[in-house]
């Protein structure tokens, strides 16, 4: 990605949402805007000296954001998982992307509490 469409992607997404997550799609549907993301292969904290292999991804999570220009706009997440060769354990990487109890960023369910209380 370019330096300015990066800098332009990197205001409109959640703070260091591109530090681990790469933009791998964006759509623009009936019902808003839906911009597709999928997690770095870089070892969570904690495993940087194990042998991990990457096992794909988990099933892909929607989670809404703030609207832009008037459109919702929907994170569609996929999550990776890694097998430490040790043990053969299945591990995540764990993010703090949602707002207990709700399906969107923890940014802007806070934006939202302060708004309706």
């Keep these: 990605m370019s330096t300015t469409y990066e800098t332009l992607v990197r205001l409109m997404l959640p703070e260091g949402l591109l530090d681990y997550f790469e933009l791998i799609n964006v759509i623009q549907a009936e019902n ?20 991990l292999e990457s096992k794909g991804f988990l099933p892909e999570t929607a989670v809404q954001d703030f609207p832009i220009r008037g459109h919702k706009v929907a994170l569609c997440i996929k999550r990776r998982r890694w097998e430490v060769k040790e043990s053969g354990a299945i591990i995540t990487r764990d993010w703090d992307l949602v707002q207990k109890g709700a399906r969107m960023t923890t ?11």
């Excluded at 940014?107 to 209380?117: D, N, Q, S, V």
């Design 107 to 117: 940014e802007f369910g806070t934006f939202l509490k302060g708004i309706f209380g």
């Design 32 to 51: 808003g805007l839906n911009i597709y993301l999928e997690e770095k292969n870089i070892s969570p904290s904690g495993y940087e000296k194990s042998q």
